[in-house]
């Protein structure tokens, strides 16, 4: 146990465990209502990894090829935490052959003999949910060839996790958790025999989290695009599990899906990944396309931001943009401040992005790539658009919230010029510095050009006062600023036309030019790309803008912009090793 534990993360972990041993005496199936279907099968290449004794969990890497995975050296309480989740199972089951099947058999049934009794750090309601559906989905995989007994204590085991979840699915926090939880009691209590009576109250608490945690337009109040996804799927999942068991979901169930999908659409760029932000990732390849078709929702959302991001996709260019505030302080533990931040996908190459969440890769990453020179926009030096800190006294452990944010977002899309524009606005700046960031963005419908606008300006008399009590105190050199552009590690990116220019190229072999005009000097610097399936932080290159505003509005523009000779359409094959090849 944890020193910095809070009082009622320890209560919390002493009523985890003794509900997880008292679920042992209660009555336990002893076969399935039905033949499982997987519904999850993971990475191939991540499943040969395993396989081969490279295990990555948590951003850490334990090389031991031959030993069990309950025997590893646990380098950090998350990688622990990841594997008693058993998401490597669909991994495994991706792979598919004989060494992979035992090393599900072995170490799943190991599981049991040593964690049962309701040892380990795997008795959370949230981790019993994503276990039970693994365990369930792979049945078949994992009790092909076993004898009677290990049959029996694996039904036992999940007779036991299912009893408990019906005891502790209220101790998961709200949110993700939480629908991992009733979605892993729906699952259990509609495949074991004896287990249905759960299924009731689990599809009402469910259908409740739905309205309380998922608002009108289909999004999440933490505004992760990832995290969206992932309800996503699970909901999708206790609905198929409930309509194949002859039943009706919840209509609350069936309506978030209806408003999610659209959603999810609107945050999909045109190589099939998620925008980065605020904590979430790409999304495993497939894993949003599948979401959608599971879900057989079709169209797009009518609104012009989704969940607070703007899309504009022309040609075979998407570009989605931050134009709302930040979570609120409740929701933002993941938070980024990337407010008016933008990523740019040319086909199925990324080619402007963010740098992304850095939580594998400890705290110090975790909270750089928070912060505002991390995304792909404006920032004032020394500053992000939204801050930091805590409320009072918390345990290391525990992340920092966004304590101040932009209070206002100017947000207008009009089709103009052949095109669509956007402007958008915050104030983020104007408690510290007086000023106002305003980005306008246009791209033609050809998707052949994205020209954009970047202005710090001093609106109003306190605005002008407060910019010149910050200018006086820079002793009248003014406020310096950045404009970045993160580039992806695939972009070859050089600097051109004696240093006024950046030409990119794409490794569909598109060539983008990045030119500029206004009072800053560019240069192409190092930058790094964050992902969760990797080692480490992946180098890359970005874009800077470097000026100071000495006046009461600065005015830097910029476009990106396909060279002539580049075609309208490319033939693009992916011919590089899938991301999630994780040893380096």
């Given at each position: 146990?944890a ?6 993360q320890?209560r919390?972990?002493?009523l ?48 031991a ?6 025997d ?6 998350g990688?622990?935490?990841?594997l008693h ?5 669909d991994d ?10 035992r090393?599900?058999?072995e170490?799943t ?16 309601p ?7 559906i ?7 995989m994992?009790?092909?060839?076993q004898d009677?007994?290990?049959s ?16 502790r699915?209220k ?9 991992e ?5 729906i699952y259990?209590?509609?495949a074991?025999e004896g287990m249905d ?6 599809s ?5 989290e ?11 109040t ?9 309800v ?9 599990a409930v309509?194949?068991a ?8 069936s309506?978030?899906i ?14 099939g ?6 904590g979430?990732?790409?999304?495993m ?17 009518n609104?012009?931001r989704?969940?607070?991001?703007a899309?504009?996709s ?9 134009a ?14 990337s407010t008016?931040?933008?990523e ?27 912060a505002t020179?991390?995304h792909s ?10 801050r930091l800190?805590t409320?009072?006294?918390?345990a290391e ?7 101040e ?7 207008e899309?009009?089709?103009?010029e052949?095109?669509?524009r ?40 306190p ?11 820079s002793?009248?050199?003014?406020i310096?600023?950045t ?9 070859d ?10 030409s990119?190229?794409?490794k569909?072999s ?7 005009e206004?009072?800053v000097?560019?240069d192409?610097?190092s ?11 992946r ?9 100071v ?26 011919l ?9």
């Amino acid at each position: 146990m944890a020193d910095n534990e809070s009082w009622s993360q320890k209560r919390s972990r002493f009523l985890n465990r003794m509900h997880a041993r008292a679920a042992r005496f209660a009555a336990g199936a002893t076969a399935f209502t039905t033949t499982p279907e997987p519904r999850t099968i993971g990475a191939y290449a991540r499943g040969r990894q395993i396989n081969g004794g490279n295990f990555l969990f948590a951003g850490f890497l334990v090389q031991a090829p031959r030993t069990a995975i309950w025997d590893l050296p646990m380098p950090d309480e998350g990688f622990e935490i990841e594997l008693h989740g058993f998401t490597w199972l669909d991994d495994l089951a991706a792979v598919g052959d004989l060494h992979a099947a035992r090393n599900a058999q072995e170490w799943t049934h190991e599981w049991v003999r040593r964690f049962s009794g309701g040892q380990g750090p795997g008795w959370t309601p949230d981790l019993t949910g994503r276990r039970l559906i693994r365990w369930i989905n792979h049945a078949i995989m994992l009790l092909n060839g076993q004898d009677s007994a290990t049959s029996s204590a694996y039904f036992k085991a999940l007779s036991q996790q299912t009893v408990f979840l019906s005891r502790r699915w209220k101790a998961a926090s709200p949110g993700l958790p939480r629908f991992e939880a009733l979605t892993g009691l729906i699952y259990a209590g509609l495949a074991l025999e004896g287990m249905d009576k759960h299924v009731g109250s689990a599809s009402r608490a469910l259908a409740r989290e739905c309205v309380s945690e998922i608002d009108a337009d289909g999004g999440l109040t933490t505004r992760n695009p990832e995290e969206l996804l992932e309800v996503f799927t699970l909901l999708n999942w206790a609905a198929d599990a409930v309509r194949d068991a002859g039943r009706v979901p919840p209509e609350e169930v069936s309506r978030a899906i209806k408003s999610i999908a659209p959603v999810l659409r609107a945050l999909r760029h045109s190589d099939g990944s998620l925008a980065r932000f605020h904590g979430g990732g790409r999304g495993m390849d497939g894993r949003l396309d599948r979401a959608l078709a599971t879900a057989a929702v079709r169209g797009m959302t009518n609104n012009d931001r989704s969940m607070g991001f703007a899309r504009i996709s022309h040609g075979r260019t998407s570009v989605i943009v931050d134009a709302a505030p930040p979570p609120l302080r409740e929701a933002s533990a993941n938070a980024h401040a990337s407010t008016l931040a933008m990523e740019v996908t040319s086909g199925r190459r990324p080619l402007i992005v963010n740098c992304g969440s850095g939580a594998t890769f400890g705290r110090s990453w975790r909270r750089a790539g928070r912060a505002t020179p991390s995304h792909s926009t404006l920032g004032i030096e020394g500053f992000s658009s939204s801050r930091l800190g805590t409320a009072g006294k918390v345990a290391e452990n525990e992340a920092e919230l966004l304590i101040e944010i932009p209070q206002e977002v100017g947000f207008e899309r009009a089709e103009v010029e052949g095109g669509t524009r956007l402007v958008v606005g915050h104030d983020g700046y104007v408690p510290t510095h007086g000023l106002t960031h305003v980005r306008t963005l246009h791209i033609g419908f050809d998707g052949r050009e994205l020209r954009g606008e970047d202005v710090l300006m001093a609106r109003s008399d306190p605005d002008k006062r407060r910019f010149d009590l910050m200018f006086d105190k820079s002793r009248l050199k003014g406020i310096p600023f950045t404009v970045r552009f993160h580039l992806h590690p695939d972009v070859d990116a050089t600097l051109d036309m004696n240093g006024h220019a950046v030409s990119m190229v794409l490794k569909s072999s598109e060539i983008w030019v990045f030119r500029f005009e206004g009072p800053v000097q560019l240069d192409l610097d190092s930058s790094v790309y964050l992902e969760k399936s990797r080692l480490s932080p992946r180098a890359t290159k970005q874009v800077v803008l470097s000026g100071v505003a000495v006046e009461y509005a600065t005015r830097v523009s910029w476009s990106l912009a396909k060279t002539q000779d580049t075609p309208n359409a490319v033939r693009d094959f992916d011919l590089e090793e899938t991301s999630e090849l994780i040893v380096e």
